[in-house]
């Protein structure tokens, strides 16, 4: 994995209606079920979303949409914003670069908590959902994700598609709430 998993950082401790409480380590966040602020990004091409196989200590090879992350928490005290962390998500997984999204917005957020099944990490966001188009698929992190795969939006939301039941979870709430 990337040295970028060893780096430490502080992001978003937040209550339930995303108040900030104040910063917590990535890593204690996930350990011990932290609620903390994230982002996932839904990047959409001819109509069809471009889900990311995860590459990741938390969640390892389940699907999300292309990317997510969270906002960071800087020294001087102030918190990146989400939009942001899509950019610098998106610039860091797979290469795109700003001025390559159209129409970014943020359909809504979801709050959860879901512990992975496979490794001792407990994913308890307050979660904003980003949507945008792209012109073509961009290239991928090898070291981040597996690889991916396109799938029609009815697709990703049908229960009988083969792809949902690996799904991460906060994609899943997304579904639930009507988000995609």
């Not at 209550?15 to 966040?29: H, P, S, T």
């Not at 996932?40 to 091409?45: A, C, D, K, R, S």
């Not at 992190?141 to 792809?163: C, H, R, S, W």
Request: hydrophobic share 35%; net charge negative; with cysteine.
């Amino acid at each position: 994995m990337t040295d970028y998993y060893d780096k430490i950082i502080h992001i978003p401790h937040v209550d339930a209606r995303d108040n900030v409480l104040g910063k917590v380590e990535r890593w204690e966040a996930h350990k011990k079920g932290i609620l903390h602020r994230a982002i996932t990004i839904g990047l959409q091409i001819d109509n069809r979303y471009l889900l990311q196989h995860r590459k990741h200590p938390v969640f390892d090879k389940w699907f999300d949409l292309t990317a997510s992350s969270h906002p960071v928490f800087y020294d001087d005290g102030t918190i990146q914003t989400n939009e942001d962390a899509v950019y610098t998500t998106l610039q860091r997984e797979w290469g795109i670069k700003p001025q390559a999204l159209k129409g970014l917005h943020s359909p809504g957020h979801v709050v959860y908590k879901s512990k992975d099944p496979n490794s001792e990490y407990i994913e308890h966001e307050v979660c904003h959902l980003f949507i945008a188009t792209v012109k073509d698929i961009p290239d991928w992190d090898e070291e981040l994700a597996y690889g991916f795969t396109m799938q029609p939006a009815e697709e990703v939301k049908n229960i009988k598609n083969p792809i949902y039941p690996s799904l991460a979870s906060w994609v899943k709430e997304f579904i639930k709430k009507d988000l995609l």
